[in-house]
């Protein structure tokens, strides 16, 4: 009699145990499969122009021959969102390209112009495509640990003497865009900035770019903790302007 | 540990061919060693980073100079860079502009290059200027 019931209750767990695993493999897999798709389009299609694999280049020759930014840290340095609405749209974040240099003419005037011409689209994906390669590219946490946790204090941003730092003080201008147009074009437009990157991200990087890529022409600008969480904020706090303004502007 | 060794060590039986193997490995790790056969030219440093600002020639208009409020030094101007000596390049070049009482544009760049880097880009300026500090 007893024997029956236990045989009975060992058949109910068993049938519950085979069925929550179904349901979790399941959910499981549909959980998964976008990181292996996105895995699988930067390992075939991406791979040749950006290193999905660390570590960055420590020579000259090493970091000049890179044909994209490296992303096998994006998983601690860009916004998911982003990730999937630009991999799908992508536009220009580096004025004169990824590698300046290499788009760089010298005009009569002995003053050097970028050839604008030479700049070319980056590659577009799909929607679907671009949310499973942005599944896949947050998962790369290399670096994780050099990132400082909640860097920023809650102090507002101040625009004015954001602006003034960025521009006067610290001398940052001379290579980023703050709006578009207007500021340095080797290093990345800063007015996405917020919208495109994590903040813990952008304080680490702006107090030792060098530990993140050591060939970076983005030099180490010294600066103490004020200045970094100035910058850090404003840079953050920046928008940029919406498309139907600038037509407005041209009126 | 022991296995591979024991491996190693039946393999290369001669000690000759073991100490001859040794030297080869010596030999590739010199010769690999970064800045003996991969280092950059203070050339090639100063058209990736310095060029930025100071032009492909050095004379002075980088495509960063638009937005620039204060012009980068035109390191091609004999006149103007032989008043300048080697010790004051070195600080501006390594500390950054403020360091010797100039703008701040002028980053600082001994987060970027060794020592000797910083030396051979001081002696590549006066290659550029064709003058003496």
């Given amino acids: 009699m007893t024997g029956g019931r236990t045989a009975r209750a ?14 979790l493999l399941l959910a499981g897999s549909t959980w998964a499969a976008p990181v292996s798709d996105g895995m699988a389009i930067l390992k075939s299609r991406c791979f040749t122009c950006h290193a999905i694999k660390g570590p960055a280049a420590t020579t000259l020759k090493s970091f000049s021959a890179r044909k994209g930014p490296d992303l096998f840290y994006a998983g601690v340095k860009y916004n998911e969102e982003w990730l999937i609405k630009w991999l799908a749209r992508p536009e220009p974040i580096r004025p004169a390209g990824f590698r300046y240099f290499k788009n760089t003419v010298v005009t009569d005037g002995a003053d ?11 590659v577009a994906l799909t929607e679907a495509e671009a949310e499973s390669v942005a599944a896949a590219l947050m998962t790369f946490r290399t670096y994780e640990e050099k990132i400082k946790k909640n860097a920023l204090t809650e102090a507002p941003a101040d625009a004015f003497m954001g602006e003034m730092n960025f521009d006067k003080f610290s001398g940052c201008l001379a290579c980023h865009e703050i709006e578009p147009g207007y500021g340095g074009v080797t290093g990345p437009e800063v007015y ?4 495109r990157l994590q903040p813990d991200f952008v304080y680490s990087y702006l107090k030792d770019p060098q530990s993140f890529d050591p060939k970076s022409f983005m030099p180490n600008k010294e600066l103490g903790e004020n200045f970094l969480q100035v910058l850090t904020k404003y840079m953050l706090s920046l928008e940029a302007p919406e498309p139907e303004d600038e037509e407005e502007g041209d009126d | 540990m022991n296995g591979p060794f024991r491996l190693f060590r039946h393999t290369f039986r001669s000690s000759g061919l073991a100490l001859f193997f040794c030297v080869l490995g ?5 010769t690999t060693t970064p800045g003996a056969a991969t280092g950059a030219t ?3 440093n100063y058209r990736t980073y310095c060029a930025q600002c100071h032009g492909v020639n050095g004379a002075g208009g980088g495509v960063n100079t638009e937005s620039m409020n204060v012009q980068p030094r035109d390191h091609t101007d004999a006149e103007g860079m ?3 000596s080697d010790a004051q390049l070195r600080k501006a070049i390594s500390e950054g502009g403020l360091a010797v009482s100039k703008s701040v544009l002028m980053p600082p760049w001994r987060s970027t290059f060794s020592d000797k880097e910083l030396d051979a880009l001081v002696e590549h300026l006066r290659v550029l200027c064709k003058c003496s500090g």
């Fill in chain 1, 10 to 23: 060992g058949l109910a767990t068993v049938v519950f145990t085979v069925g929550l695993s179904m349901v």
């Fill in chain 1, 112 to 122: 050097d112009a970028v050839d604008w011409d030479a700049l070319k689209a980056h």
């Fill in chain 1, 192 to 195: 996405t900035t917020g919208e």
């Fill in chain 2, 26 to 30: 010596a030999v590739a790790l010199i």
């Fill in chain 2, 42 to 44: 203070a050339k090639d």
């Fill in chain 2, 82 to 84: 032989s008043a300048i």
